[in-house]
């Protein structure tokens, strides 16, 4: 594995993350943030179906199962749905935090294949704060939560404002989300994309 580049390290003064009052309990299910989200949503037939929980302090676990639709080589993940379900899972540690971030810079490291039928489990947890900036980390493991690392990562996610996505979106799909009866889910549907 790579050293982390300097633009994920924090500074000296960063601070520790601090889990907001408001934050789902630990062991909590997240859900989706977005139906239509390619990581977690429900909508997205060939998605990554990632389930993510609420862990202590700024962290989560998650799972997916790779499937033929994850394939890059023949019978194994593609690396581009591995860094996928790292960065939705990195992204839900915002959930934590009650902020809306979006990924600024991911770096991941590729340990070992991941065949198509495993499970992948992941761990990420924020590990400091800096300003508009949130600095975090994963790995994924196969063979179970104890297991082999398969993929890691190292993040840096900048907070936003909701109208980053207002001004960025697609019209219909910002409209449909803002229109969204359940304030919980209107609030999600912003939580983390670029």
């Known amino acids: 594995m790579t050293a982390t580049s300097a633009a994920l390290t ?3 003064d960063a601070i520790p993350p601090v889990r907001h009052s408001d934050a789902p309990a630990p062991g909590e299910l997240l859900g989706a943030h977005y139906e239509h989200c390619f990581g977690c949503g429900g909508g997205q037939p060939h998605g990554l179906h990632l389930e993510a929980r609420a862990g202590e302090g700024v962290t ?12 890059g080589a023949p019978g194994l993940a593609h690396g581009g749905i591995l860094a996928t379900a790292l960065d939705e899972t990195l992204g839900s540690l915002n959930w934590l935090l009650r902020v809306i971030a979006v990924t600024g810079r991911l770096e991941t490291d590729f340990a070992r294949p991941v065949p198509v039928g495993t499970v992948l489990h992941l761990e990420a947890e924020v590990t400091a704060v800096h300003g508009r900036k949130i600095y975090s980390t994963a790995t994924g493991r ?14 840096l996610f900048i907070e936003v404002k909701v109208d980053h996505f207002i001004d960025n979106g697609r019209p219909e ?3 449909a989300a803002m229109s969204d009866p359940d304030q919980v889910r209107r609030a999600r549907a912003f939580e983390v994309n670029p």
């Open 60 to 71: 989560v676990t998650a799972e997916f199962t790779v499937t033929t639709d994850h394939q």
């Open 173 to 175: 799909e910002i409209q």
């Open 10 to 12: 924090p500074p000296a």
């Open 142 to 155: 196969i063979g179970g939560p104890e297991g082999p690392v398969a993929v890691r990562a190292d993040a």
